[in-house]
């Protein structure tokens, strides 16, 4: 049952990204976008009332990415050089194995 979701989760989103990258790059959507440009008349603005501030829900969510991204990006970037260190490692030790299997020495 659960790969049945995972395969119509798969379609669809193929078929948004197939679509998105047809509006954008092959002007599939071009007529629709031509004739919603304008809902309220040629040129007009909605509302007539300055936005002189910023709301609340922008301000936390930046100061929220603002605590992540470098914090994050020291630990992708330590675990990646922890990564390599032990693959150098396990690389080393399997040639010492091997080389003492064989009664080699490099």
Same mark, same amino acid.
């Given at each position: ?39 309220? @008349? ?10 002189? $501030? =910023?709301?609340?829900? /922008? %301000? ?19 675990? @990646? ?10 690389? $080393? =030790?399997?040639?010492? /194995? %091997? ?8």
């Amino acid at each position: 049952m659960s790969q049945w979701v995972f395969i119509l989760a798969s379609v669809l989103t193929s078929a948004a990204v197939l679509r998105g990258a047809g509006g954008v790059f092959l002007g599939w959507d071009r007529m629709e976008w031509e004739e919603q440009a304008s809902p309220t @008349g040629h040129g007009e603005k909605e509302t007539n009332e300055k936005a002189n $501030y =910023l709301p609340l829900v /922008m %301000i936390v969510t930046l100061r929220k990415l603002h605590d992540m991204i470098p914090t994050s990006i020291i630990r992708v970037w330590f675990l @990646g050089l922890f990564s390599w260190v032990l693959l150098g490692v396990g690389i $080393y =030790l399997s040639h010492q /194995m %091997i080389a003492a299997r064989l009664e080699l020495s490099f």
